[in-house]
């Protein structure tokens, strides 16, 4: 039947609530993702180190296995705040080599092919737009970080009981408080890239290399001038501050809590005024 054949009404039922219209784009971007075989086994070795882990919590508690396998307590590793600080790095180092690969493709494609006014001409505003956009990384960088985290912390409590627990919970807060406030500025960092540069490939570059690059320059201030404030060019250094400071590890950072934080904030604010000057209905070209 032809189009003009066809009668059209107004849809009637209920307008969809605005809080949830974000959860739209990555309705179908898990769509596809889930079709990928690579990301499957990525995933799988994301989880290793936990699944380690976990088996080193049930052998310290299994009087059995120990004798069986003639395992000196001694030489098992301890669960305390460097425990859960490692379980950091490892799993933080894994969001990183994700946020590398998914990351540069969220914006790129829809500004190269000017395929943003198709989502801001409906109701469907740049927040909502950059909320769903976001959610497609947090999820994932959050199945492999703080959730598996917090899930061998309850282990480690359930076989050492309630008091252990409640002594403890500063390992849960902050490992989830951490790691929550590192995945959520490598993802805007990378939606700022994305946005910025419209070639995957160039951005993937840039947000591999950009932290070594600004590591070594802050090296290079640090020597040329004696000062230490160059350590604020170095993305990992202001989180392993935090981190130790939130866990209550021993510091060995060089830059204090209070710079570190305030350099993270400062590059979140980068980031989200970059995606606001990226993020348009329509772009005027002189």
């Known amino acids: 039947m032809s189009v003009y054949k066809r009668s059209f009404q107004r849809y009637q039922g209920p307008p969809t609530p605005h809080w949830s219209r974000f959860l739209i784009l990555p309705h179908y971007a898990y769509e596809q993702v889930l079709r990928s075989r690579f990301f499957f086994g990525l995933l799988l070795l994301c989880f290793a ?3 380690f882990c976990i088996g080193h919590i049930y052998l310290q508690h299994n009087l059995a296995a120990i004798k069986a396998f ?9 669960v305390d705040a460097s425990f859960f600080l490692r379980f950091m790095y490892v799993q933080t180092g894994w969001c990183f080599l994700v946020t ?3 990351g540069p493709g969220l914006i790129s494609p829809d500004l190269a092919n000017n395929g943003l006014i198709l989502y801001l ?3 469907f505003s740049r927040i909502d737009y950059v909320l769903g956009k976001l959610s497609i990384l947090l999820l994932p960088l959050s199945l492999i970080s703080w959730v598996p985290g917090l899930l061998v912390f309850f282990l480690q409590g359930y076989f ?4 252990w627990t409640v002594g403890n919970w500063r390992f849960a807060v902050s490992l989830f408080t951490g790691v929550a406030f590192y995945i959520m500025t490598l993802a805007l960092l990378s939606m700022a890239i994305s946005a910025w540069v419209k070639w995957k490939m160039v951005a993937g570059a840039i947000l591999l290399g950009g932290p070594l690059v600004l590591k070594g320059f802050g ?3 640090n020597k040329i001038f004696d000062v230490e404030w160059g350590y604020l060019l170095d993305f990992g250094e202001l989180f392993q501050s935090v981190w130790q400071s939130l866990i209550g590890a021993r510091h060995s950072s060089p830059l204090g809590t209070t710079d570190a934080v305030g350099a993270i904030l400062v590059v979140l604010a980068l980031s989200l005024y970059l995606l606001g000057r990226k993020i348009k209905p329509c772009e005027v070209v002189a």
């Not at 003639?70 to 301890?78: A, M, Q, T, Y």
Request: aromatic share 8%.
């Open 49 to 51: 180190y936990p699944v």
């Open 70 to 78: 003639n395992i000196d307590l001694d030489k098992l590793l301890p």
């Open 100 to 102: 590398v690969i998914f």
């Open 121 to 123: 001409c409906r109701p």
């Open 160 to 163: 050492e009981g309630a008091g």
């Open 219 to 221: 090296a290079a201030i």
